[in-house]
């Protein structure tokens, strides 16, 4: 079964800061790997995919995210951080893009201090 | 275009009740997830629709049920509503190979 642990529940960094949220996945073939960020009372907004070819891929909002095989992992990161990116982080799987189902991480809450 | 809706956005019911929640997909969407996020959780799947047809279904028991619709409309349905039923509920609708795009979903208090 496919499963998501982002390890850190909590990040605290400070405006202008870099930035990088942890995800590893387990899934035994190819991996479609999304990051979608949920703000207070709304829905998940898809920042960025990886579905095959270049392990770096780019989303929205200034947010990247490099795919490694070896450490099963698909970390976030972005350059500098902005104080409307304070929201939760949700890193998912798919056996598949649009068809089958994704297996979300518990999130990761970031908090942006001035 | 329009994005996933769904409705109502809050809704209190107390325990035994039925609850259905609505959604409709994205303009040219055909498939429909539903998913429940807990407080503090990431979101669990329910179950899928394609076509009208359930396409796969999570860890759910039979008391949550939905329906498709020809426009692809979707409606989640639980009876016998449980304390543990309270969530953000959350509908995604997806074309194709395109990832799925989510609504702003209809969070359920259970009293």
């Known amino acids: 079964a496919q499963s998501v642990t982002q390890p850190d529940i909590h990040i605290t960094v400070s405006e202008g800061a870099s930035l990088e949220l942890r995800c590893n996945y387990s899934y035994g073939a190819t991996p479609y790997l999304f990051w979608y960020v949920q703000s207070p009372g709304q829905g998940l907004q898809l920042l960025l995919k990886?579905?095959?070819?270049?392990?770096l891929v780019q989303g929205i909002k200034g947010f990247e995210a490099e795919f490694k095989r070896s450490q099963s992992s698909f970390n976030l990161r972005k350059p500098s951080v902005h104080w409307s990116d304070a929201a939760e982080y949700f890193c998912?799987?798919?056996?598949?893009?649009?068809?089958?189902?994704?297996?979300f991480g518990k999130g990761t809450m970031l908090l942006v201090s001035p | 275009e329009t994005g996933v809706t769904q409705s109502p956005t809050h809704l209190i019911k107390t325990r035994g009740q039925q609850v259905t929640l609505r959604c409709s997909s994205q303009?040219?969407?055909?498939?429909v997830s539903w998913y429940q996020q807990a407080l503090g959780q990431g979101p669990q799947f329910i179950f899928q629709?394609?076509?009208?047809?359930?396409?796969g279904r999570g860890n759910f028991p039979p008391r949550f049920s939905g329906l498709q619709f020809p426009n692809y409309s979707s409606e989640l349905n639980v009876n016998a509503l449980e304390l543990d039923d309270s969530a953000l509920y959350l509908c995604a609708s997806s074309y194709g190979g395109q990832p799925q795009h989510f609504g702003d979903g209809t969070r359920l208090s259970i009293l």
């Open positions: 990886y579905f095959s070819g270049d392990t």
């Open positions: 303009s040219g969407h055909n498939t």
């Open positions: 629709y394609y076509r009208e047809e359930e396409n």
């Open positions: 998912a799987v798919a056996s598949n893009s649009g068809y089958s189902t994704l297996t």
